[in-house]
Structure formats: C-alpha cells, structure tokens
C-alpha cells in the first residue's frame, strides 16, 4: 500500500511537471516536445531524483504513447486525401527527401554507424513534425493562406514515406541479412500496398469494425484494437508502432475523425511520458560531445527544409514571401524523429550514441521550427528593405502574432 | 461568384472567391465542424490579415447580418413591377423611441400607409411580423410602401 501511495505521487508530481512545462512553452510559442525530453534527461541517470516504483509503468505507457502517435498519424489522413496528395505533390516530395533525408545520411556513415545508421538518421533529419507544423499554423492563423496547402500536402507525403520507411527500417534493425533484408523489404512493401488497398476500397468494414456511436464502446474497441494489431505486429518482427500505423490508415472517414477526437488527449498524455521516458534513458553526459554535430545539422537541414518548402511553393505559383513562410513551417521535426531513434536504439542495432544525436537534434529543431515559422516574415521583410528582393514593400506593421493559449498537443 | 474549394488535408476546406478590391475573402471549414472567416491582406495576396474562428452560431449570425441586404434586394425586386412601390430597411437605433415598443405602438401603417414586411434581428429573419412584435435597438426594419409613405416612416422611425 505504501509504495502504491509513493508510485502515485511520484506520477502525479511528474505529469504535473509536464503539464507546467507545456504551459510554459506555449507561452512562449515554441512546443512542449524539447521540455519533455530535457525534463526526461534531469530525472535520467544521476539527475536530481531518481524516480523509483513506477519504472515498469512508465515503460509501457512510453510504448502506448508510440503507439498512439503512429496511430494518430495514420488516421490524420484519409486513404482518398494520401492519394491526391501522392499524385498532386510528389515531385516535391521527392525533393523533399533527397534534401533531408540526405544529410543524416551522410552524418550517420561518417559517424561509422554503417548503412543501418545511415538508415536510420535519415530518417530522423527527414521526418517533418506535422503536429507541430499545424499546431504553428494554427497559431499564426495560416491556415488561410495560399502556401498552406501546399505544405500541408508535403506533410501528406511524407505520412506516405514514412508508411513505407517504418517497416523497412525495422526489418533493417531486426538484423536480417542483406537478402533476408530484401525479402522483408518485399514483405513490407506487399503490406503497405495491401493496406492501402484495403483502406481505398474496404476502409469502411475496418472502420465499421471499431466505430460505435457510443463513446465509451468506441474509445475501448479503438485502444483494444491498436495495441491488439501493436502486439501481434511486434510479435511478427514488425514494430508494434508500424502495426499501429498501418491500422490507421485503415481506418477512414468520419470514423478516423471520431477517433482522432477521442484519442488526441490519450495521446498527449501517453506521449508526453514517451518523450520524457526517452529522455530518461539518454545520459545527459552523451549530448555535449555530439552536440556541435546536431548543430551542424540542425543548420543543414533548416536550410533544406526551406529550400523543398520554397520549391514546392513556387511550382504552385506562390509569391516570394509565401514562399519563405512554407519553407519555414517546414524546419520542425519533432515526435517520429524521436520515435525513429527510439526504434533504432531499441533494437541495440546502431552505436548507442544515436540516441543522444537525435535527442539533441530533436531538441534544437522543436524549437527552431516554431520561431523559423514567426520570424521568417520579419526577416524576409529586412531582406526586402537591404535590397535583397523587391517583392514586397516594408510594413510597420508587425505580423508576429501572439500565440493563442491552448492545451500542447505533443 | 467563383469560389475556389481547396482541401486542407488533416484539417477541413478552405473555400475562398476573390473581390472587387483584389482580396481574397473566405471561410476555413473543420473537420470538426469549427469555422474560420479568412481575409487575405492587402500587400501580400497569398497571406491573411485576419483569420477569426467561429462558433456555429456565431457563423449564423454573421451570415444572417450579411444576408439582410440581400433579403431587402429580393423584395424590392419582388415590387419592383408594382410602380410607385419600392422597399427601404430602417434601423430602430438603440434607445431611440421605439426600442422596447411594440409594431403596434408606431401606427405605421395608418399614418403612412407603408407596411412592415420583415424585421431583421441579428441576422435571423422575422417575416411579417405583427402588431404585438416588440422592437429591440438594432433591429433593421424592413418596410414596403410609396415614396411619400417611406420618407414619412423614416421620420416616425427615426425620431418618432
């Protein structure tokens, strides 16, 4: 009984703590992802008070949160939208990879963590925070605007890519040979086409599935049958967050929209202890001798977002200033950076130091993103004004809207 | 008017038609049912200058308020082959005489021979309304009647 009197307090005093840090840094408009982890990396290995008792749950809950987040993300996107947007932007989308995915690449084979490093790291400098990117938008009320489209079906794209990334990552990590690679390669992708088949033409048996108008019922099946496909998909040597995925995807209409509604708070929650789980579990002492590289890249891959964002803008005709605010909404990455190099270190696959790589990688774009996003307007302004551009004249008028409050959605 | 749909994947529509002065003006629908008024701004026509969230009802309203001209249009239009009949709307101002009187209590109709067809309140429409129809401050009276019997209503209207 007294330990269980300590577990919760001990719980209670952490999601408290999270929610103060998610406050704080909506106030101050960049998102809560970064505070996470850096609460995570104080109370890690020899931080200020070890945490004991609640290890386990914490544990399961980090890989509820995963769960979740991939689930949600599968869902955020109709089958129907995946394929306009497959057809509408992919040779932004391309671009978009090949710029992003790249420089991680490089890091991760000069790190000598090998092609499966290489793999992984692209994957994490890639992957675009599109619950940041929305939440930004949102807060400085762009979702009107021309550009917005335009990022947003970059955003779709890479929900794709990452479809079919994850399980060819994981097969990767589960340590098949190169041929054995390439079978579950095929594998993989077999899965993903047959899931989008599945989610274009029989979406709504999947859906009617889980679907119940009662809320109760319905939020129980949606949880029940994640972690059910989570778990057999782990038991098969896939992630359990790719099974999660690919459920959602499966998922559509108004059910996925309903869902997303019940589970977003889940979510957060879940997520947050993810975040600071993952934090835990990284030695704070491993992030400054890999911090001047995550700066470096962090840099890179800034300007190649800004670039994919700039292109794909104007292919759809947009003005050079809307060009620079898609290009900058872009910079975020943020939760499946995180998830990636969890996935990675997990598998015990690549040099632990990845781990401390993405987490100070993740903690400087989190941050960098949603200021990129308020501050481009201003900067490309005084671009104008020192004669750089002539597009658009100087306003006094200061654009940098106050953030509005509302709950972090990590 | 042409307005341009374009889907906003993982939020809702935006649906926009460009006006007279080269603005884009528009509402941003969520999937959660959630409304946006969008209005681009002047210097940089892909940017908005305003996006301001709405509620249903609030969406209502201001659809209602906007519609009001349009509903005076209709039936001037509807007159508009009686000759020597035209229709006008009237504001009741704000604690002016007949904020908080009845239709009744302005004998409209025995003085000018003009006829309340409508009133306008917050957008929601009140067709015919009768002599027991309490007035309240903003509210757009609309009126049908002659030339002579509007100017008069004007000033019964407006000053009483």
């Known amino acids: 009984m007294h330990s269980t009197a300590i577990a919760l307090i001990q719980l209670g005093a952490v999601f408290f703590g999270l929610g103060l840090l998610g406050r704080i840094a909506w106030r101050i408009g960049i998102s809560p992802i970064p505070l996470y982890l850096i609460g995570g990396l104080a109370f890690g290995h020899g931080g200020f008070v070890p945490l004991s008792g609640i290890e386990e749950f914490a544990h399961i809950a980090s890989e509820i949160g995963v769960i979740l987040l991939l689930l949600l993300l599968g869902l955020e996107y109709s089958a129907a939208e995946l394929m306009t947007g497959l057809k509408r932007s992919w040779t932004a989308g391309v671009l978009d990879i090949v710029l992003n995915a790249a420089p991680g690449a490089i890091v991760g084979l000069l790190l000598g963590w090998g092609p499966v490093g290489a793999l992984a790291m692209a994957g994490v400098t890639y992957i675009s925070s599109s619950g940041i990117i929305a939440k930004v938008l949102g807060d400085l009320g762009r979702l009107g605007n021309r550009e917005t489209p335009v990022v947003l079906s970059v955003l779709v794209f890479e929900d794709l890519a990452m479809a079919v990334y994850l399980p060819i990552l994981t097969a990767v990590l589960a340590g098949v040979s190169f041929l054995g690679g390439l079978s579950a390669v095929g594998i993989s992708l077999a899965a993903i086409t047959i899931v989008l088949l599945i989610a274009l033409k029989y979406g709504r048996f999947v859906s009617a599935i889980v679907d119940s108008p009662d809320a109760e019922v319905f939020l129980l099946k949606l949880l029940g049958s994640a972690l059910l496909v989570a778990g057999i998909a782990s038991q098969l040597q896939v992630s359990a967050a790719v099974g999660a995925f690919l ?58 977002k800004v670039a ?28 499946f950076s995180i998830v990636i190099a969890s996935l990675t ?17 993740v903690l400087l774009m989190a941050i960098l993103g949603p200021v990129a996003a308020r501050i481009v307007e201003p900067l490309a302004k005084l671009g104008a004004v020192w004669g750089w ?18 709950s972090p959605a990590s | 008017m042409n307005v341009e749909v374009t889907p906003l994947p993982g939020i ?4 926009d038609f460009m006006i007279r002065s080269g603005r884009r003006i528009g509402v941003i629908t969520y999937r959660d049912g959630k409304f946006e008024l969008i209005v681009s701004s002047k210097e940089d026509p892909d940017d908005c200058s305003a996006s301001i969230p709405l509620s249903t009802t609030e ?10 001209p349009q509903l005076v249009a209709q039936l001037r239009d509807e007159h508009s082959d009686i000759a020597g009949i035209s229709t006008k709307q009237f504001p009741i101002v704000p604690g002016s005489v007949f904020d908080g009187r009845t239709l009744g209590e302005t004998e409209l109709r025995t003085r000018t021979g003009a006829s309340i067809v409508a009133v306008v309140r917050a957008g929601a429409v009140s067709p015919s309304p009768r002599p027991d129809f309490v007035f309240v401050g903003g509210d757009l009276v609309v009126v049908v009647g002659t030339v002579d019997g509007l100017q008069q209503t004007a000033d019964i209207l407006g000053g009483g």
């Not at chain 1, 997303?260 to 030695?283: K, Q, S, Y």
């Not at chain 1, 270190?345 to 990688?361: C, F, K, P, W």
């Not at chain 1, 551009?389 to 509302?406: K, L, Q, S």
């Open chain 1, 247 to 304: 459920l959602g995807i499966a998922i559509s209409g108004s059910t996925a929209e309903n869902a997303t509604r019940m589970l977003e708070p889940l979510r957060d929650l879940f997520a947050a202890m993810f975040f600071v789980v993952f934090g835990l579990n990284t030695d704070p002492a491993s992030i400054p001798p890999v911090l001047g590289l995550a700066v470096a890249l962090a840099v890179v891959t800034t300007a190649t």
């Open chain 2, 59 to 68: 969406a209502g309203t201001l659809a209602g308020l906007l519609g009001a």
């Open chain 2, 12 to 15: 809702g529509t935006r649906q």
């Open chain 1, 308 to 335: 994919t964002g700039w292109w794909a803008a104007k292919r759809q005709g947009i003005a050079k200033l809307g060009r620079a605010r898609a290009g900058a909404a872009l910079v975020a990455r943020g939760e």
């Open chain 1, 345 to 361: 270190v997990a598998s015990g696959a690549v040099d632990g130091r990845l781990a401390a790589l993405a987490t100070a990688y």
């Open chain 1, 389 to 406: 551009d002539h597009v658009v004249g100087v306003r006094v008028f200061n654009h940098m809207m106050a953030p509005r409050r509302c």
